[in-house]
């Protein structure tokens, strides 16, 4: 009686992924108690599945409804699954165009300088000007 009582615990591990050595190791008590929190983080996974499911068959309900002429307004993403998706339907921050004005007029000046031939403290490659005397000369 407790033998199969044990077997049948024992078969239960083994399904939920506890080694026979861990289950050995543990009491029957801590047994019964580490299956059946399992068994409930099972469940609460399967109702996060199923809530999720239907959310997406009212979904599909409802675009399939609007193809066939309903006037609903469809739904976005943020308010089908509030507090995950808010990020997406934020509006970015947009940047001053002065600030970008600026980047690009100095951005312009140093490529037509750079066309023009003139040295602005470094040479063609983008290497520092050794020329620390301004005789012309560089040190080494």
Not at 83 to 103: L, S
Not at 126 to 137: E, F, K, P, S, V
Request: net charge positive.
């Amino acid at each position: 009686m407790v033998r199969d009582a044990v077997e049948r615990l024992f078969m239960h591990a083994c399904e939920y992924g506890v080694k026979p050595d861990e289950f050995y190791a543990m009491s029957i008590k801590d047994a019964s108690s580490y299956l059946k929190g399992l068994i409930e983080k099972e469940r609460r996974q399967l109702q996060h599945s199923a809530v999720i499911a239907c959310h997406q068959a009212n979904h599909i309900a409802e675009n399939v409804a609007r193809i066939f002429g309903s006037k609903a307004p469809a739904q976005r993403i943020s308010e089908l699954y509030p507090g995950i998706f808010d990020d997406f339907t934020a509006t970015p921050k947009q940047q001053d165009w002065r600030i970008m004005k600026a980047r690009i007029e100095q951005h312009a000046a140093a490529y037509s300088k750079r066309k023009r031939g003139e040295k602005n403290g470094a040479d063609d490659r983008g290497a520092a000007n050794t020329d620390l005397g301004g005789d012309g000369l560089a040190k080494a």
